[in-house]
């Protein structure tokens, strides 16, 4: 069964830097494509950056430039590094496959960015 653990969130001022981790089992990151997700209060989740072993990372345009994916395959773990945040950066952001897995998402981790 997959399964995605989030952490790394916080509060931080417009302009500010945080790096997401994401802990994943029951599958292999260097197999599968993964992705970060961000649901804003009260808005939709939706596709923030997707990485796949091989392939060009995808990133939302307004994450282009500001937000990095990586994989670390020894770890199982993927990451989203992110600099010069925005208060629209605001959100929960989840890992998940992609195209997601239903029954696979966890508590996610809160980002949240003062202006």
């Known amino acids: 069964q997959v399964q995605f653990v989030e952490s790394g969130g916080g509060l931080v001022h417009t302009g500010g830097s945080l790096e997401l981790s994401c802990a994943v089992s029951?599958?292999?990151?260097?197999?599968?494509?993964v992705a970060w997700y961000a649901q804003a209060p009260g808005e939709q989740r939706e596709l923030v950056a997707a990485?796949?072993?091989?392939?060009?990372?995808y990133y939302k345009d307004s994450v282009q430039g500001r937000f990095l994916i990586g994989a670390d395959n020894a770890k199982n773990t993927v990451s989203l590094s992110m600099i010069s945040l925005k208060p629209e950066d605001t959100a929960v952001y989840y890992c998940?496959?992609?195209?997601?897995?239903?029954?696979?998402w966890g508590q996610g981790t809160q980002v949240t960015v003062s202006s």
């Open positions: 998940n496959l992609d195209p997601p897995s239903g029954g696979a």
């Open positions: 029951g599958i292999r990151v260097s197999f599968d494509t």
């Open positions: 990485i796949n072993y091989g392939s060009p990372s």
